[in-house]
């Protein structure tokens, strides 16, 4: 006497497969949105929102705006279903978001070094206010 199972498939395992299937295209076939764009589009973001918080705004200022106009280019191609656009754009943002990013670090360690070089020649006319008292 055998147990095996018939060869043949049940209703319910071709239902089964059929509705795994259709969850799969669902899920993976009719997504309207690419994720690499998605993906791009959420670090751009996030990138022009960091050189915004660092000072963006002040120090480099021409370099911001155009971040933040080609991040709302970049919406508006995505909310056109231009993903080619949208992602390049979010490059081009990403791009300009650095640079801002990179000229602030750079500005602001330009005035650590001044303030350094001015408290140097401070503490030296100091010394030399001192030196020439001790005589």
Do not use: W
Request: proline share 4%.
């Amino acid at each position: 006497m055998s147990f095996s199972r018939p060869v043949r498939p049940d209703f319910v395992d071709v239902i089964a497969i059929v509705g795994l299937f259709s969850t799969f295209l669902f899920l993976f076939g009719c997504n309207s949105v690419p994720p690499p764009v998605i993906a791009s589009m959420a670090v751009t973001t996030a990138e022009v929102k960091n050189a915004a918080a660092v000072g963006g705004g002040e120090l480099a200022p021409v370099e911001m705006r155009s971040a933040r106009e080609k991040l709302a280019q970049a919406n508006v191609a995505l909310a056109a279903h231009d993903y080619q656009a949208a992602s390049d754009y979010a490059a081009q943002a990403q791009a300009d978001a650095q640079l801002v990013q990179t000229k602030v670090s750079s500005t602001k360690a330009q005035q650590a070094a001044t303030a350094l070089q001015e408290d140097i020649r401070v503490l030296r006319e100091e010394l030399d206010r001192a030196n020439n008292s001790k005589r």
